[in-house]
Structure formats: C-alpha cells, structure tokens
C-alpha cells in the first residue's frame, strides 16, 4: 500500500535529533497552554507561530512543533476542568461535567487517568483516519478548476459559523471583514495599490500573523483586564494516584470508541471543530448509556466520551486543512497561517509537491500522541502545579510575548501598532458575540479566493455562469447554501442545549 | 450600545470600503473583472450583513464600568507606548515596565507586580535571546 511506504518516509523525516526535541518541546508548551484557563489551542498556537518563524525553523520543523503543541493542548484542557470545574480552553467545557464530580469524591487521579487515555485513543484512531482519508480527499481535489476553488472557500465560509450558531448574519459580517482586510496592498495581477491610502507600509497588505496574534492573544489580555478579581482561581489541587484499574477501562471503552468516530466526523465536516465534537460524544453516549442516570455525578465515561470526541475532532480537523487547504475551525486556521507564512500553500498540490512536509507532519503526531500519553499519565501533578499560576502573572507573559514574537518577524514597530489595533478590533467583536474566526479566515484566504473568482472568469471571457458550469461547483455551491440557512433553522435549538450543559456545570465560558 | 451601533458603523464603513474600491487605479490590461470587483461583492456583503445586524440586533452586551473602560484605555495606551519607545529604549527596559504594569492592573501588589516584570522580560531574555537567538531590540545599553 503505498499510503503505508509514505508513512514510512515520513517517520524517516520525523526520527531525527531535532525534530524528536521539537515535538517533545510541543508536547509539553502545549499540554500547559491546554492546561491553563485563558490561554486555548488557538491563541496558544497563535503565540508560537511568529516565534517559530524568526527561528528560522524549516517547514517541517516548524509543523512539528505546532501540530505538537496542538494536540498537546488537547490533552490539556481537561486537567483544570476536572481539578478546578473550569475548562482550560472551549472543547474541554463537557469534561466538567462529570470529570469534577469524580474529583470531589476524591477520584481525581482516576478521572485523569481515564481522561488521558482516552485522548489518546482519540487522537490515535483519528490520526489513522487522517492518513487513509486525507488522500482519498486529495484525488477529489485535484478534479478542481478554479471555480470549483472558489465555491469551495465560499463553503468554508458559508458553515463556519458553524452549526451551533445563532446569528449567521455576524458570522458573515466577520467574514466580510477578514476578506476586506485582505484586499489591501498591491493586487497581484495588476499591481495596482489598493486600500494603502498611499502609505507604503501597506503596500505588502497586513501581514496575517499580526492579525492573528492581535485578534487572539492580545484580545484575551483585554477580557482579563476587563474581568480582573471576578473569578479568581482558588482550590487545593489533590490528586492522588493517576491509575485507573483495568475493569473501570474497559467499561470505558465502548464509549471511547463510540466517541472517537463521532468526534473523527465532527472535526472533519467543516464548521464543527473540536468543541462540537466533544459536545456531541458526550451527548450521544448519554443517551446510549446513561441507563442509571449516572452521567453528570461522577460517570467515568462521561469523562473519556468527551476527551476522546475532542481530540478525535482535532485529528479529523487536519483532514480538510491539508487535503483542501481549507480549514474547519480556528486553531486549524492558525495551523494554515504556519503554512502559508512558510511560503508552502496547502491543497492537494501540497500531497504531491512536499511529500515529505505532509507525511513527516503526520509521522509526528503519531509520535507526539505516544510522548502525549507517557508524559500526561506519571506528569500530571507537574501539569496539575503549573495551573495555579495567577492570571496577573500570566496574561503579562502572554503579551510580551505576543510582542516579541511579532517584533522578531521584522522588527517593526508598525507591526506592533497594528497588532494592537486588532486586539482592540478583536476585544470589541468579542464583547459583541461577532465570531474571530471567519476574520481570521478571511484575512488568509482572501487573495486566494479573489484569484480563484478571476482566474475562472478569464477563462469564461467574464461570463458569471462559469462559476456553475460543473456538477461539482453546483454541488459545493448547493452545499454551501444549505450550510449557511441549516444552523438558522436548528441552531438555536443546539446552541440552547450546550448553553444549558455548560450552566449544570458551573463554568463560565466566554 | 450593541448590536444597533455595530450595524451602524458596517454600513458606514460598506460605504466607504465602495467608495475606496471605485478610485482604485485601472491599469490598461486588465482581466474581465479586475482590481475593483472582488472589493465591490465584499462591500456589498459588508453593507448587506450590517444591515441584517441592524434589523435584528441580540440583546446588547454588559459593557463594562466607566472606570474599568479607562482602564482598558490606558492598557491600550501602555502597549502603544512600548511599541514605541520599544526600539529607543531596548527590549529589557521596555519589557520589564510594560509587564510589571500589566502585573500591577491585573491585582498584583505593586511589589510583586514589579518584580514579576522583571522576571518576565529577564526569562524572555533569556530564553529567546541568549538561547534561542532571536533578535530583540537593542537599546542603548546593548540589551
């Protein structure tokens, strides 16, 4: 099988000294970014993009690093849902649920040890997936003209909202914005300047990576000055053993695997993501198995159903990331932003070009999810420590850090307003329930999406009917129409029910 | 202040993103669409999203106190100022300031907060300079 010989390349890419290191640093940068409430995969991810960069780390390297730091976080986000009741980042919200009860009857060690195993079977079973499913995806892709191209990014923006959302018109004003911004600097096929206001540090356009860190990292900072001294992190953090015994496991396993291939599903259809691939295991294996009403007091697989679902989604995430070029949620956008700022455009051509990026990418994770798993079980006290690291001690760090990462890019401190200009753009949106990630996304792929309308229109002569001319783009555009009108339709009725999972558990999440 | 105000300033800005779009310069080959029409569709989802925003606005969000406002505005403020005076003054100075008043604001007493800024900017210093060999600012004293 010849998906097997390139897996075999790819852990030749993966097995050497640096690269090894690299994904151990990510494990463990990405399980405490997991770990500590406020900062999610994606702002972590985000963080670390501009710094792996003026490294001057090579593509693989770079992918290395990042994907490790995001399955790490990952794993991560359970250990303060089940210690604290508050989810280090958004997937690990329903971990809360049952993970804190177990840990008030003094079941801690066991809930961590189920919960990390059950990432692990997560992530595992949902990497296979990746590497049988990605190239099937990729032979579609390559049926693709550049209408198909442009239905395609107009589906990823139509569902990104995703099917939880309430209000697709913001979901859309975000989008316009990203691919607003996008649009200034010189146009690529004319070299015309547009939007500069004849200032020349716009001339290149905005540089993502500001964008990004500004909207993601500086942002939190801001919500955490806003809500300083509200919800202040107290509680004695007792463990005990991290075991749990082989019977409660295997009671455990039909829902972990029941939960992964839910997961695997959510993280690969666009507009659902890690979030609502954990919300739907935990759901759906309560309705299978909750015959005694256990779930939500304390039921082990209400704890490994989620954790397995979300990290299944991440790996199910990176399908349409690396096969399409287009992602599904927002950490796996950040990864796409990696991507492109190392100058290597994902997409199928991606599969056949950088053989050895893609598949020492995917050797990697399999082997930061075996490093995940060693360091998570026998370290989590270490993790579990690291947690009550005050916010007026974190969100600092996290700024500067913000600011070294996107100084080092080009030293610039025109770089460094801009950026604070998103974090305020960013903390405006937030407060106004308008989703980051269309923005995001918009700000990535809008050339790319303008180049691919008017490529396909030169070959029509301008003729707008191009844009319909196969099955394949009416299917997209069809799709794209009933992934935007769906979640209108269902989605207040979705989103009212994790609203009302999250308030059984306590939590506040923003 | 919500949702009506964030319509608003769409439409506002839809109509200046247009505008903007029509002065865009023509070069003489062009492709059937060229330079301006990519922004004119993006304007016009601006204008027509906004409008939707404006017509049927959520519950407006609980904005936070005058007195926690100006403090967001004077956070705003610091990160600017650090940008600026960045280059001039060396990454260390600068860093350590900016961190100890973020440590300050967010409830740390002002003893600590001061030597958490220091510490930040010494471990960054640390780690990604003299480690990792990224380049920070140099400012006169060379760190």
Not at chain 1, 297 to 322: F, I, Q, Y
Request: hydrophobic share 55%.
């Amino acid at each position: 099988m010849d998906v097997l010989t390139s897996l075999g390349h790819g852990f030749a890419v993966a097995i050497t000294f640096e690269n090894l290191g690299l994904a151990l640093i990510g494990c463990l940068l990405g399980t405490i970014i997991g770990a500590l409430p406020g900062l999610g995969p994606s702002n972590g991810v985000a963080i670390l993009i501009p710094l792996s960069f003026s490294l001057g780390l090579d593509a693989t390297a770079a992918l290395i690093l990042l994907t490790s730091v995001y399955y790490g976080a990952m794993y991560g986000g359970r250990i303060s849902s089940i210690l604290l009741n508050i989810p280090g980042d958004e997937p690990a919200v329903m971990t809360t649920l049952d993970g804190y009860p177990m840990a008030r009857a003094g079941k801690a060690g066991e809930a961590l040890a189920i919960s990390g195993i059950a990432s692990f079977v997560g992530s595992f079973v949902a990497t296979w997936g990746l590497v049988f499913l990605a190239p099937q995806l990729v032979k579609v892709a390559l049926l693709f003209g550049p209408a198909e191209y442009f239905a395609l990014f107009t589906l990823a923006f139509a569902t990104l909202g995703g099917i939880s959302s309430t209000n697709q018109a913001k979901a859309a004003l975000a989008a316009a914005l990203g691919l607003g911004i996008a649009m200034i600097g010189v146009d690529g096929q004319t070299g015309v300047p547009r939007f500069s206001f004849g200032m020349v540090h716009l001339y290149d356009g905005v540089n993502f990576l500001v964008a990004i860190v500004g909207l993601f990292a500086l942002s939190e900072v801001f919500i955490f000055l806003e809500h300083r001294g509200e919800n202040a992190v107290h509680g004695s953090v007792s463990i005990g053993r991290p075991v749990a015994s082989w019977s409660v496991l295997k009671y455990c396993t039909p829902a972990m695997l029941r939960s992964t291939v839910i997961g695997f599903i959510a993280g690969v259809l666009p507009g659902a993501g890690a979030s609502l691939g954990s919300f739907m295991a935990y759901a759906s294996e309560k309705n299978i198995s909750d015959k005694d009403k256990t779930f939500g007091k304390g039921d082990p697989r209400g704890v490994a159903a989620p954790e397995a679902g979300n990290n299944a989604a991440a790996g199910g995430a990176l399908v349409p990331m690396l096969a399409l070029g287009v992602p599904g949620s927002g950490t796996t956008a950040v990864l796409l932003a990696v991507l492109l700022s190392l100058n290597i455009t994902p997409g199928p051509l991606l599969f056949t070009q950088h053989p050895d990026v893609v598949w020492g990418l995917i050797a990697a994770l399999f082997i930061a999810n075996f490093m995940l798993i060693a360091m998570n079980l026998p370290l989590v006290g270490l993790f579990a420590r690291v947690l009550l690291i005050p916010p007026q001690f974190l969100m600092p760090l996290v700024a500067m850090i913000s600011f070294v990462g996107i100084y080092g890019i080009n030293g610039s401190t025109f770089d460094l307003l801009v950026m604070v200009i998103f974090g305020v753009l960013g903390w405006v949106l937030r407060k106004l329930d308008v989703p980051l990630v269309p923005v995001i996304m918009g700000v990535l792929l809008g050339n790319q999406m303008e180049a691919n309308l008017r490529r396909a229109l030169t070959i029509s002569n301008g003729e707008w009917g191009a844009l319909l001319h196969s099955p394949l783009s009416i299917g997209l555009w069809v799709l794209a129409v009933v992934g935007f009108v769906l979640p209108i339709v269902v989605g207040k009725r979705l989103k009212s029910r994790i609203a009302r999972a999250k308030e059984e558990a306590g939590t506040l999440v923003d | 202040m919500g949702d009506r105000a964030l319509g608003s300033v769409g439409l506002g800005l839809a109509a200046a993103y247009v505008w903007q779009a029509s002065r865009i310069q023509e070069s003489f080959i062009s492709d059937p669409i060229g330079p301006k029409g990519f922004p004119f569709i993006i304007g016009g989802l601006l204008a027509l999203t906004s409008l939707a925003v404006l017509l049927r606005p959520d519950p407006p969000p609980h904005w936070p106190r005058p007195a926690r406002l100006l403090e967001l505005v004077a956070a705003v403020a610091v990160m600017v100022a650090y940008a600026l005076f960045l280059p001039d003054a060396g990454f260390v100075i600068a860093t350590a300031i900016a961190s100890a008043y973020f440590s300050w604001r967010l409830g740390a007493p002002a003893m600590q907060a001061a030597l958490a800024g220091v510490a930040i900017a010494g471990g960054i210093y640390l780690v990604f300079h003299l480690a990792l060999g990224l380049n920070l600012a140099k400012g006169p004293l060379g760190f």
